[in-house]
Nanobody, 131 residues
């Protein structure tokens, strides 16, 4: 069964850091573009955070609010993609979803794939930033 399994979420104080992991199982993810969406509470829309191509190229920053604070990386030997989140703020509170697209390259301009082109989703993991 093809799965993306997120880990590393939880409660953190403002200014703290977390590293989210997305482990692929049931398939080899090294030909996929993989990335992170997030969905804030109260019915906000799910939005791209960052994605990374199969060969490790990071997308452009899709959210001004995370610029300079969040970075994405991958370890294809471990079939895992990481989201390093530093200087977390309460507005980063959200459920973070890992997502995979079988086209392993970024869109022109280093954009992430359309949400409609996501073939596989993780179940999501909650990140809460609060004092």
């Amino acid at each position: 069964q093809l799965q993306l399994v997120e880990s590393g979420g939880g409660l953190v104080q403002p200014g703290g850091s977390l590293t989210l992991s997305c482990a692929a199982s049931g398939f080899t993810s090294d030909t996929y573009t993989i990335g992170w969406f997030r969905q804030a509470p109260a019915g906000k829309e799910r939005e791209w955070v960052l994605c990374i191509s199969a060969d490790g190229r990071s997308s452009r920053n899709l959210l001004d609010s995370v610029k300079g604070r969040f970075t994405i990386s991958r370890d294809n030997a471990k079939n895992t993609v990481y989201l390093q989140m530093n200087n977390l703020q309460p507005e980063d509170t959200a459920v973070y979803y890992c997502a995979a697209n079988a086209i392993g390259t970024l869109q022109p301009g280093d954009w992430c794939p359309s949400r409609n082109d996501i073939q596989l989703w993780g179940k999501g993991i909650l990140v809460t930033v609060s004092s």
